[in-house]
C-alpha cells in the first residue's frame, strides 16, 4: 500500500513524519500511509475548543470524541500521539475573529484563519520540536516540485480540492508540508481505511465549522457578541425601507432567501450590509454584477508568475478569467455574490499562486447603467 510519496530523501527509515489528525478518516489514512513507508511516525492533535460547547455531535474535529478516535487509530497503527491544549489561542485567533467580520458586515473564512494560526504556524513549530523532516495532513491539494522550488497543486479530485483554504500557505511552510492525499480520489481513502481496518472508515465529513457543529452560528455570534441582535431596516439602494430584519449576522452578499420582502417586480438579493447604519441594502440580481475587488493581505506562493490566470472568489465558486492589478483583482467578465471578508484566490491552471483577503468590491458599469 505504498500509494503516496511524502517527497523525503532517502532512506525513508531514517525520516520521522509528524501527522497533523484531526480524528477524522482523511488524516488517519495519512498517518496510515506515513507507517507503512517505513518512517518513524507521530500523531499530533490540537485540542482547539470544549467538545461540551459542542453539543456532544460527532463529524467535528479536534475536541472530544475526535480525539480519542485519532488516540485509538494511532494504537491501531503502533504510532505515537500526543495531544497540545491550543483552546485559548484558538478562540483568540478565530472564534473571536468570526464573531467580529460578523460584527463588520463581511463573510468571514475561519477554516483559512485556522489554517494561517494554530494549523500550520502552531503544528509547524510543534513538529520542529519533535525533529520531524516534514509535517503530513489530510488536505486534498498537492505540492509539486518544481523548477523553482515547491508549488501548491489543486488535487486531482477537483469535487475534494481545498486549495481555495490554503492560499496564505507560505513558502516556508509549504517547503515543510507535504499533501499525500491530493492525487487520490475520496473512495480509495476510504478503502484505505476499511482495509486496515480503522475505526474512521465510514466517520462522515465534518460538514459545518468544526465550532458551530450545529450549523447555528448566528447563534454562536450572539452569545459571543451580544449586540449582534440589534434589529435594522431592509432598504433599497435609493434608502426606501422595505422591511426589517433581526440582525445583520442573518446576511451575507448575494444571499436571496429569509429576506422575507412581498411584493416586489423581480427577486431581490442582498448586495451591501451596512454596520454603521445596521442596514441590509437589496437590490435585483444585475446589481451584484461585480467588476474587480480589492484585496488585503496579498499572499503569493513560489516563483513569481505573469501570465493569464483565474480568481476563485468563494470556496464553491469555478476559477473565472482575471487579472491582478497592484492591490485589485480584475474580472474579465462581470462576477456575481463577491463578498468582503471572503477571498480572492488566484491560480495559473492548476498551479495556486497566492490571494488576498476581500477588502471592497467595484460594481460592473452594468450593473450602474441598468
Not at 447555528?216 to 449582534?228: F, N, Q
Not at 441594502?281 to 496579498?298: D, F, H, N, Q, S
Not at 498551479?351 to 441598468?370: D, M, N, S
Request: hydrophobic residues 40%; aromatic residues 6%.
Amino acid at each position: 500500500m505504498n500509494e503516496a510519496d511524502f517527497q523525503l530523501r532517502a532512506p525513508i527509515g531514517q525520516r520521522r513524519i509528524v501527522v497533523a489528525m484531526s480524528g477524522g478518516v482523511d488524516s488517519s489514512v495519512v498517518a496510515a500511509l506515513a507507517a507503512r513507508s517505513g518512517a518513524e511516525v507521530i500523531g499530533v492533535t490540537l485540542q482547539l475548543y470544549d467538545h461540551g460547547e459542542a453539543v456532544g455531535r460527532a463529524g467535528a474535529c479536534c475536541a472530544g470524541r475526535d480525539i480519542r478516535d485519532a488516540r485509538a487509530v494511532c494504537d491501531r497503527l503502533g504510532i505515537a500521539h500526543y495531544v497540545f491544549d491550543h483552546e485559548s489561542r484558538f478562540r483568540d485567533s478565530v472564534i473571536d475573529d468570526f464573531a467580529d467580520e460578523y460584527m463588520a458586515g463581511r463573510t468571514p473564512i475561519p477554516c483559512v484563519k485556522c489554517n494561517m494560526g494554530v494549523k500550520f504556524t502552531d503544528l509547524f513549530r510543534l513538529a520542529r520540536e519533535l525533529g520531524a523532516d516534514c509535517l503530513a495532513t489530510g488536505h486534498y491539494v498537492r505540492r509539486v516540485e518544481g523548477a523553482g522550488g515547491p508549488e501548491l497543486h489543486r488535487a486531482a479530485d477537483p469535487a475534494r480540492d481545498q486549495s481555495y483554504f490554503l492560499f496564505a500557505t507560505t513558502d516556508e511552510q509549504l517547503a515543510f508540508l507535504r499533501f499525500p492525499l491530493g492525487g487520490m480520489p475520496k473512495t480509495r481513502v476510504r478503502e484505505i481505511a476499511k482495509e486496515l481496518g480503522l475505526i474512521v472508515a465510514g466517520k462522515p465529513d465534518s460538514q459545518d465549522i468544526c465550532f458551530v457543529p450545529d450549523g447555528d452560528y448566528a447563534s454562536l455570534v450572539k452569545k459571543l457578541r451580544p449586540e449582534a441582535g440589534t434589529v435594522g431596516d431592509i432598504v433599497d439602494e435609493a434608502g426606501a425601507k422595505l422591511g426589517e430584519h433581526k440582525g445583520l449576522i442573518h446576511f451575507t452578499v448575494g444571499q436571496r432567501r429569509g429576506l422575507e420582502i412581498g411584493g416586489q417586480a423581480e427577486p431581490l438579493y442582498v448586495i451591501r450590509l451596512d454596520p454603521e447604519r445596521q442596514q441590509v441594502v437589496v437590490g435585483p440580481k444585475r446589481a451584484l454584477a461585480v467588476k474587480a475587488a480589492r484585496i488585503e493581505g496579498l499572499n503569493r506562493i513560489g516563483v513569481a508568475y505573469s501570465g493569464p490566470l483565474t480568481a476563485k472568489v468563494r470556496s464553491l465558486a469555478r476559477p473565472v478569467p482575471a487579472r491582478l492589478e497592484g492591490d485589485r483583482v480584475v474580472f474579465e467578465t462581470p462576477e456575481y455574490g463577491v463578498a468582503p471578508g471572503q477571498a480572492a484566490v488566484l491560480y495559473a491552471g492548476d498551479r495556486v499562486l497566492g490571494g488576498g483577503w476581500i477588502a471592497e468590491t467595484e460594481r460592473a458599469e452594468t450593473a450602474l447603467a441598468a
